[in-house]
Every structure is written in C-alpha cells, then in structure tokens.
C-alpha cells in the first residue's frame, strides 16, 4: 500500500506570510496532484506534475515534484486570507483510480 | 454545465438499513470513483469503474456495492449500514487515464450518518 504523509496538518498563519505544504512518501508515483477544498465542496484540481524536478506555478503557487517523484511541496508566497482552505496531495499510479491522497493540511489565514 | 452531481447531500440511516448514493456526470467521462472522507485521513478510495460494465475495489471497499450500467451513471450501494460508514462521500470523473495530467472532477459530497 502507497502513503503519502503530508504536513504539517494545520498551518494558521498572518496575511502576507510564506508558507510551504509537505508530501513525504517511500514510494515513487508517476504523478502528484494538489487539490484544494473549501467547507462544503469536492476537492478542485490545482496542479498535476508528472516529471521529477518538475516546477510549476500558479500565481502566488509553486508546486515541485522532487527528483525520485517520492515527494512535492506547495508554496505560497504572501498569503492572503482567500488562500484558507484544505489542501490535499494525490499520488496517481500507473493505473486510473489508484489515487493516495495525503491527509491534508488545514490552512488558516488570518487578515 | 452539470458536471459531477451527487444526491443526496445529506442523509441520516439506522444501523443496518440499506440506502444508494446517486452519482451521474455529463461530460462523457470514461472513469468513475467513489471515495470517502473522514478526519484526519484524507480521502480513501471505495470503488472505481473505467467504463460501462467495469468495476474495480479500491482501498476499502468492504460494505459497498457498485455497477455501471452506463456511462453517465455510477451508484453506490450501501448493503447493511454501519456506523464505520458515516463519512462524506465523493463521486469523481475523469476523461482519460493518469497520469497523463487529465483533470478529475469532483462532486460536491454527500454527508452520511448511521445512528
């Protein structure tokens, strides 16, 4: 069984602050998805690497893949209360509906 | 544009009663899941279908029941309610297969509770 440990679980933080989302795992994933999840709502798609080292940005956003696809970050720079939310990384396997999902990271971003 | 919709939202049942959590998207997906959520545990995947007539376990599928007679549809059974199984429940599509980067889209979630 793949896991993907994610941390920290919950991040409260002051508007305009730097953060960074972790996603551990011993196992190598042929993508990393990161989702984000308000109250109330199904998870929405932010960002899926596929290549070891891959960056990809998304505004104030930086997703990395490492280099042995084991493990992604999330950072966000100067964060604004709009950011508040869940986030989720996924591993995807070789085949479709083999996602791991971590166990999420709370962030709460106060004005 | 409909996309993943989910019912019921919300819906309480007794120990033992049976009930089925609808799930239909519009967008011609191939591949279906269902997944649960609970504190602190991320989202676990049930069950999965990559088209009509296949069905797949995932990594708890012990109490649930799926078909997928089409390719709209994707219904989620609860044989025997248990109170393990209050959770909120998420319905997902997607087009293609990962991890060629396609988009899984997400319903809304459906709360269960089992007294």
């Known amino acids: 069984t793949q896991l993907l440990e994610q941390s920290p679980q919950f991040l409260s933080i002051q508007e305009g602050e730097n953060l960074t989302v972790y996603c551990n795992s011993s196992?190598?994933?042929?993508?990393l998805q990161w989702y984000r999840q308000e109250p109330g709502e199904g998870p929405v798609l932010l960002v899926t690497?596929?290549?070891?080292?891959e960056v990809k940005k998304l505004k104030r956003l930086t997703f990395q893949f490492g280099d042995a696809r084991k493990d992604s970050s999330l950072h966000i720079t100067a964060a604004q209360p709009g950011d508040t939310g869940l986030y989720l990384c996924?591993?995807?396997?070789?085949?479709?509906?083999?996602?791991?999902f971590g166990q999420g990271t709370i962030l709460t971003v106060h004005p | 544009n409909a996309g993943v919709t989910q019912t019921p939202k919300f819906q309480v049942l007794k120990t033992g009663q049976s009930m089925t959590l609808q799930c239909a998207q519009d967008m011609n997906h191939e591949y279906m899941s269902w997944y649960r959520q609970d504190p602190g545990m991320g989202l676990r995947l049930i069950h999965y279908?990559?088209?009509?007539?296949?069905?797949d376990q995932g990594e708890v599928p012990n109490g649930y029941n799926v078909s997928r007679s089409t390719t709209e549809d994707f219904p989620l059974r609860l044989l025997s309610a248990a109170p393990s199984q209050t959770s909120v429940y998420f319905c997902?599509?997607?087009?293609?297969?990962?991890?060629?980067?396609?988009?899984?889209?997400f319903g809304e979630g459906s709360w269960l509770t089992v007294v």
């Open positions: 996924a591993g995807g396997g070789t085949s479709y509906g083999k996602l791991t």
């Open positions: 690497v596929v290549t070891g080292g």
């Open positions: 997902a599509s997607s087009f293609g297969q990962l991890p060629s980067g396609n988009t899984i889209y």
């Open positions: 279908s990559v088209g009509a007539g296949i069905t």
């Open positions: 196992s190598v994933f042929s993508s």
